[in-house]
Antibody
Framework: QITLKESGPTLVKPTQTLTLTCTFS??????????VGWIRQPPGKALEWLAL???????RYSPSLKSRLTITKDTSKNQVVLTMTNMDPVDTATYYC????????????WGQGTLVTVSS | EIVLTQSPGTLSLSPGERATLSCRAS???????LAWYQQKPGQAPRLLIY???SRATGIPDRFSGSGSGTDFTLTISRLEPEDFAVYYC??????????FGQGTKLEIK
């Protein structure tokens, strides 16, 4: 059974850097074709893809946020970390990490999500 | 960038009725790269359909997906009370690799 769980601060101040950790089980990020992605959802709004890292350390970013995002993995710890710099109130959202399987172009399953509020 | 437009924004139906949700892409999308998710309040999205028409593990057969090119459809043949939720389509392409539609809210009439 694949599970993922996000962790990190619930409140950050404007201009600060957000660091979120996705801890997963039930699969290995060293398996060929596997990836972990990050997706966010502002309150009451739609889903927005942020970044994805593959088993071979290939990294993909949303073009609109690329300059602010960094995604890394620690295969030994079964963790993926997303950092987002220069946080703004518009970045207030629930942040999800999700598994992308071998040769899959979709996300399944997702973590429960973590709500991050940006406010001074 | 491929933009996905879902319609209608809100669909009001009764249990037992048939639901038809649309997802239209601004450019042609490979059927292999189109997925549908269900999201209930306070929950993470759940994968329903991948490859435009393949049901994910554990998804009831009242859910079906179809379409090609720029027009895709999610159909729920006979609505159950637990089906009332928000539905998103998602495509895989190039830069950005993944985009989502704005969602269709399926509400009880």
């Amino acid at each position: 059974q694949i599970t993922l769980k996000e962790s990190g601060p619930t409140l950050v101040k404007p201009t600060q850097t957000l660091t979120l950790t996705c801890t997963f089980s039930g699969f290995s990020l060293s398996t060929s074709g596997v990836g972990v992605g990050w997706i966010r959802q502002p309150p009451g709004k739609a889903l927005e893809w942020l970044a994805l890292i593959y088993w071979d350390d290939d990294k993909r970013y949303s073009p609109s946020l690329k300059s602010r995002l960094t995604i890394t993995k620690d295969t030994s710890k079964n963790q993926v970390v997303l950092t987002m710099t220069n946080m703004d109130p518009v970045d207030t959202a629930t942040y999800y990490c999700a598994h992308s399987g071998i040769a899959a172009n979709w996300f399944d399953p997702w973590g429960q999500g973590t709500l991050v509020t940006v406010s001074s | 960038e491929i933009v996905l437009t879902q319609s209608p924004g809100t669909l009001s139906l009764s249990p037992g009725e048939r639901a038809t949700l649309s997802c239209r892409a601004s450019q042609s999308v490979s059927s292999s790269y189109l997925a549908w998710y269900q999201q209930k309040p306070g929950q993470a999205p759940r994968l329903l359909i991948y490859g435009a028409s393949s049901r994910a593990t554990g998804i009831p057969d009242r859910f079906s997906g179809s379409g090609s090119g720029t027009d895709f459809t999610l159909t729920i043949s006979r609505l159950e009370p637990e089906d009332f939720a928000v539905y998103y389509c998602q495509q895989y392409g190039s830069s950005p690799e993944y985009t989502f539609g704005q969602g269709t809210k399926l509400e009880i009439k």
